[in-house]
């Protein structure tokens, strides 16, 4: 057991409550309980800590507000997992053949190292001569291409990825940020605008340069808030749909 005020290494004027949810975010940022997984019970962690259960579970609601732990009904408190692979789709709308909705497939066909330039530098606090791992995709249905990503990951935190076999990126890439290097993505902010396609945008996406696309620019966060992933993916717009519902 350790004693309250030895259990925690942030700021000492802070409410106890407040040091030990820090140090339990820590622990979930180095790997201790992986996503999906079950942390210990509130009892167990209040023992370890040396505090009342009340201020444990005070700790654990301010993780569950900020999004780093879920609550699940007769079956305990797991680290959120984040869900973030198709969010992409809730503008982008497709259905295939019979009006079915049906999810794009997702294909690696552009991979380097170069500098981040200065949007890229902007959202992931880099300079921008600073290295970062590019890589491009495309999303397709039906053998059509969708939407063309552009995708600027920080060295060398990314640098697994300079050599992973490009079959691997078939995939959701979030789960494979976090399959292969241990890096999980919390949560993302989208920016939508409109405008019309670069040639080299159009030769991607089999359009004609000049004609309405829509751009998506995300910037992705860890479980620490630091940026991650910066991508801008662009789409005809005549493909797009925004769908809200407002209660």
Do not use: C
Request: hydrophobic share 45%; charged share 25%.
């Amino acid at each position: 057991m350790h004693a309250a005020s030895d259990a925690v290494g942030s700021d000492q004027r802070l409410p106890i409550y407040q040091r030990l949810k820090d140090a339990l975010a820590e622990r979930i940022q180095d790997g201790a309980w992986k996503p999906g997984e079950a942390i210990p019970a509130e009892s167990d962690l209040a023992s370890e800590f040396g505090v009342a259960l009340g201020t444990m579970r005070k700790a654990i609601e301010g993780l569950v507000q900020q999004g780093l732990l879920e609550r699940q009904q007769g079956r305990g408190t797991f680290v959120r997992r984040a869900d973030l692979g198709n969010t992409l789709f809730r503008f982008f709308r497709h259905t295939g053949k019979g009006g079915k909705p049906v999810v794009p497939t997702q294909k690696l066909v552009g991979r380097r190292t170069a500098a981040a330039g200065r949007e890229a530098a902007r959202a992931l606090g880099l300079t921008a001569d600073d290295p970062v791992l590019w890589l491009k995709r495309l999303r397709l249905v039906d053998g059509e291409p969708l939407v063309v990503d552009e995708i600027a990951l920080p060295l060398p935190r990314f640098q697994a990825l300079a050599t992973l076999p490009a079959e691997k990126f078939d995939g959701l890439l979030y789960p494979l940020y976090e399959r292969e290097i241990g890096i999980t993505v919390a949560r993302a902010t989208d920016r939508i605008a409109f405008s019309r396609a670069t040639a080299t945008v159009a030769k991607a996406l089999g359009i004609a340069a000049g004609d309405p696309v829509v751009v998506i620019d995300r910037t992705a966060f860890g479980l620490d808030g630091a940026p991650l992933e910066w991508r801008r993916s662009h789409g005809p717009a005549d493909r797009f749909s925004y769908d809200v519902e407002i209660r």
